[in-house]
């Protein structure tokens, strides 16, 4: 996982992306959510989206998702969701799994003891392959 920390801002977003058919994932954690940050995101997981392969990312219409200063690598389709529809977006679910089992109920010491977690809980989702698969698979993508 690619961490940026700012240590002077008391902010932490994660932004990930999963592929449920193979498995495995991309995240970052960001001191900030912009264009900028966006751009870094689409940069990383361009480079994990397998030679010869494109990835179609479903995503919400947050303005830094679709705004005009947005660099989309070749490999890569943005497809944005209708609005208010987060139960179409399998993200939504991972990052319910991660609050429910790393990240919840929790008091974290400081700033680097939330990126630490957040981290971990990455981390240890990507090593359970199957487990993304088992959260973001959805019928309505395949077709059955």
């Known amino acids: 996982m690619m961490i940026l920390n700012d ?3 008391a902010a932490c977003y994660n932004s990930g992306v999963i592929c449920p058919q193979e498995g495995k994932g991309a995240a970052m954690v960001l001191p900030f959510c912009n264009n900028a940050a966006m751009n870094l995101h689409l940069t990383e997981i361009s480079g994990m989206v ?3 392969k494109h990835a179609v990312l479903l995503l919400n219409q947050a303005g830094w998702h679709l705004s005009g ?7 890569i389709t943005l497809l944005p969701l209708p609005p208010k529809c987060p139960e179409l977006n399998a993200m939504e679910n ?3 799994f991660m609050r429910d089992n790393w990240l919840s ?4 010491r ?3 003891d939330i990126v630490d977690h957040c981290c971990r809980a990455w981390n240890s989702l990507i090593s359970q392959p199957w487990r993304i698969m088992s959260i973001g698979l959805r019928k309505w993508v395949r077709g059955y």
Do not use: E, L
């Open 94 to 96: 991972i990052w319910q």
């Open 50 to 52: 397998s030679p010869g």
């Open 7 to 9: 240590s002077f801002s």
């Open 105 to 108: 109920n929790r008091v974290f």
């Open 69 to 75: 200063a947005v660099k989309v690598p070749a490999n």
């Open 110 to 112: 400081n700033h680097d």
